[in-house]
């Protein structure tokens, strides 16, 4: 019998072959039996023979394997499933395909496209934007990369985009061919990664709703037919296989905590240096630790990553099979991960929790969903299952770290830090000068977080020895290394990107900062140093403060549980979940990185000019990402760039999902740059809270919370306003006396009567305004108008300009 994995590979491949068929529609192959997508799939096995030979797998083994998954073919027998094997691949392609509500056996049109996943959600009485499609060959190049998983009314879907993605596969398949070795599992994630990067924009049926990509598919197939070879322990019969029962388990794993662990740093109110490092640390950190107890189960059980189904936010979903081993893994999972929270303090609080289910029940994933979220929610009531005796949590009394407050300090003195905070600026440091996040068995380059079972170190490149590599780019080239593309390290900015904004030298910055007394011994003087939150508040043109932005994609909830439902069927197949979830983790953990560090590749797509896309090229990649990832994000920075920023962003959500009631809802807010971390976040969550109470699809901003639509109108005022500041046509007396009056008489105690009282004391008080300028004065005439946003929303724009001609 085979092997686990190799089981998992040929499910991987086993509709390559549509790539294959529609690069080639309409040529006559010459030697091909049939023009099926399965026939090409068994051609692309022999053409890549000596691969699959070179990691220890029979190519024809494989090729039968993987061409028979077709129980339902019965005019071409050598399709339909006979071995074990077969039957394994034909019954997870089965489960996997249950969006289609029926297969054919040829046609597949290569001008299909795919549908954007959130096409098909129905929020609000509303669905998403039709007549859309995405490109798989595009600007940018081909495949997936930052910037182009963008709807089209004309997406480029023809057969030569198809021969493109076929050279570009062709060509990173050599690549891994030239490589000295290759095991199994390497071979497996490599190909899954390269399938993502060719196939995530490519439909996998053309014939029915094509809103599930070829990628996404295959992935599901692979990590149902690996979970189901191993509850039969690796020798089952086919009646076996066919018998339905619960062979499943569905694995959701939860850190409760999160918030109260990465903002319960106490050194912005002790005096000790380095919070910049150490908070994105501190967020990596609650990031890895969820991803290693999801690696580790999986490496526990001969599983690959590839079922870890979706995992975003410190939350993961696994597919495992439902075996003793299986539920033995758990326990010990929960003993050995309970025991690493309460030697932490017990400020991160893991949680697991597994449903039982049939392969029949993927036609109702969300139901499996709810069932997990209920066994979860039971879990969260004993957070620490293990314990019996209350001595295990007590410890000998030691003076506090005086970063975290909690851990005790490694020494007894004023200012000393626990090991876990000296290890965060360590980290913080790195994070700069790093692109990959390397899991170890065993040893592991300093510093290392040590998670059970795995460590975990950052390196730039290669990480010799690593078990599992992320990569912090959208770099899929194989190396011959388990990998993937998952990027958590986020964005720091550094002493690099100030020297640039600034257009300073060393030694003129370094001046600057003892000028503005911002100068920490502690942190060090090279271009990868981040910038302190004092530097980023001088950075500010205006006002010397620090910007927060908090957001959240608004009505995922409703999105994941009743979105794809409809009165005549249910639309929520795993597929669609996991292609949703996948979809919202690429555009907040990659596209928004990117409109970070690289503003100027979406110049076209949001409309600037060439002297806008220089002015954001210098000033985004300021911005500091303390998270982003899953549907939500807190940024922090030179606060008028991380304004602007908001603007941008929130305009290339709606780009991305097309979709009327999917919309961003947060809070900005300005701190000065000693402000504690918790209580930044507790601001910005109490503004979003405003900012959603008032109807979502909003921006809690200055006082007021509002609809992204008005920004870019508020925006024209307040630039207005600050040309007219600067030239002293309204001078910031007259600015503050408009704030004064609006204040007086928008009071929640008055009538609308009593409201238009303001009108004639602001025409008198715009005759200042007329006696420097007559143009000026009727532009602000228009502030009599008290239907109009400019005077509804009069505090967004003045303070906003106010700030930014401000200085001290």
């Known amino acids: 019998m085979a092997e686990p994995v190799h089981v998992a590979l040929a499910a991987l491949i086993h509709d390559v072959g549509k790539l294959l068929s529609r690069a080639r529609w309409g040529e006559r192959d010459e030697g091909m039996p049939d023009r099926t997508h399965t026939a090409y799939t068994a ?168 809103d599930v990509s070829l990628y996404d598919h295959l992935r599901l197939a692979a990590a149902i037919a690996h979970a189901l070879w191993l509850y039969h322990g690796g020798s089952p019969s086919v009646a076996d296989l066919r018998q339905d029962g619960n062979k499943f388990l569905l694995v959701v794993g939860d850190f409760g905590g999160i918030q109260g662990h990465i903002y319960r740093i106490a050194g912005a109110e002790t005096g000790v240096g380095g919070i910049a490092k150490r908070l994105r640390a501190r967020s990596l950190e609650v990031s890895l630790a969820a991803e290693a107890m999801a690696l580790g189960l999986l490496r526990r059980l001969g599983l690959t990553p590839l079922n870890r189904l979706m995992g975003a936010g ?49 036609r109702d994933f969300p139901g499996l969903l709810k069932a997990a979220h209920r066994a979860l929610a039971q879990a969260k009531l004993r957070p620490f299952p293990h314990l019996s005796r209350t001595e295990a949590t007590l410890r000998q009394a030691l003076r506090p770290c005086a970063a975290c407050g909690l851990k005790p300090a490694r020494e007894d003195a004023p200012g000393s830090l626990c090991p876990d905070c000296e290890r965060e600026a360590e980290v913080g440091r790195l994070l700069p000068r790093r692109d990959r996040v390397g899991f170890f068995l065993e040893e592991a380059p300093r510093p290392f977080l040590r998670f059970p079972p795995l460590r975990v170190a950052l390196g730039q490149g290669f990480l010799e020895g690593a078990w599992h590599t992320y990569r912090a780019r959208a770099d899929f080239a194989p190396d011959g290394a388990s990998f993937e593309v998952k990027p958590l390290l986020g964005h720091l900015p550094t002493l690099a990107e100030a020297l640039k904004a600034t257009g300073k030298g060393l030694e003129a910055y370094r001046a600057w900062l003892l000028e503005e007394g911002l100068w920490e011994e502690e942190e060090g003087w090279d271009e990868d140093r981040p910038l302190t939150f004092g530097e980023l508040a001088a950075l500010s043109e205006g006002a010397p403060y620090l910007g927060g932005l908090m957001l959240d994609a608004d009505r995922m909830g409703e999105a994941f549980a009743t979105g794809f439902r409809r009165e005549s069927r249910d639309l929520a197949t795993p597929s669609r979940i996991a292609a949703l979830s996948r979809a919202l983790e690429w555009f907040f953990s990659v596209e928004v990185l990117e409109l970070l560090r690289n503003p100027a590749a979406y110049a076209k797509r949001l409309g600037w000019n060439d002297r806008e896309a220089r002015q954001k090229g210098l000033r985004y990649p300021l911005l500091y990402s303390v998270y982003s990832g899953g549907d939500d994000l807190f940024l922090l920075g030179p606060w008028d760039a991380l304004l602007e920023f908001a603007l941008d962003l929130e305009r290339l959500y709606r780009l991305y999902t097309r979709h009327p009631a999917l919309t961003l809802s947060g809070a900005f807010l300005l701190f000065a740059p000693k402000t504690p971390v918790s209580q930044m976040a507790a601001a910005l969550r109490e503004g979003e809270k405003r900012a959603k109470e008032a ?104 303070q906003w300009a106010l700030y930014q001609e401000r200085r001290g």
Not at 73 to 102: F, I
Not at 333 to 345: F, M, N, Q, S, T
């Open 43 to 210: 051609l692309f096995v022999r053409q890549h023979a000596g691969l699959f030979q070179k990691a220890g797998i029979d190519p024809k083994w494989l090729e039968r394997t993987a061409s028979r998954h077709h129980e339902g073919w019965r005019d071409r027998p050598q399709y339909q499933p006979q071995t074990p094997e077969e039957w394994c691949v034909a019954l997870a392609d089965t489960y996997a395909s249950q969006e289609r509500e029926g297969e054919g056996q040829g046609g597949n049109v290569p001008e299909v496209p795919l549908w954007p996943i959130f096409r098909q959600l129905r929020l609000q009485g509303a669905e998403g934007e039709g007549g859309l499609g995405l490109s798989p060959v595009h600007a940018l190049g081909e495949g997936l990369v930052p910037g182009a998983p963008y709807p089209e009314a004309r997406p480029n879907v023809r057969k030569e985009v198809y021969g493109r993605l076929l050279e570009r596969l062709e060509d990173r398949l050599q690549a891994l061919s030239r490589l000295p070795s290759l095991s199994p599992e390497a071979l497996l994630l490599s190909l899954a990664a390269v399938f993502q990067e060719g196939l995530a924009l490519v439909p996998a049926d053309t014939q029915s709703e094509p």
């Open 314 to 362: 410190g939350k993961f979903y696994l597919l495992l099979p439902n075996t003793q081993e299986a539920q033995e893994a758990l326990e010990e999972a929960r003993k050995a991960w309970g025991e690493w929270a309460l030697r932490g303090g017990g400020s991160l609080l893991p949680h697991l929790a597994s449903v039982a289910f049939r392969g029949q029940d993927f």
């Open 695 to 798: 109807g979502r699809g909003r921006l809690f901003l200055f006082g007021q919370a509002v609809a992204w639509a008005e920004l870019p109108e508020l925006h024209r005022w307040k630039e207005d306003l600050r040309r007219d500041l600067a030239v002293e046509k309204v001078s910031k007396a007259q600015a503050y006396r408009w704030l004064a009056l609006w204040r007086e008489f928008w009071a929640d105690s008055l009538d609308e009567g009593e409201r238009m009282r303001y009108k004639p004391l602001l025409a008198y008080t715009l005759r200042r305004v007329r006696e420097k300028d007559e143009g000026t004065w009727k532009r602000y005439l228009e502030l009599l108008d008290h239907t109009q946003p400019a005077w509804t929303r009069l505090p967004v724009w003045v």
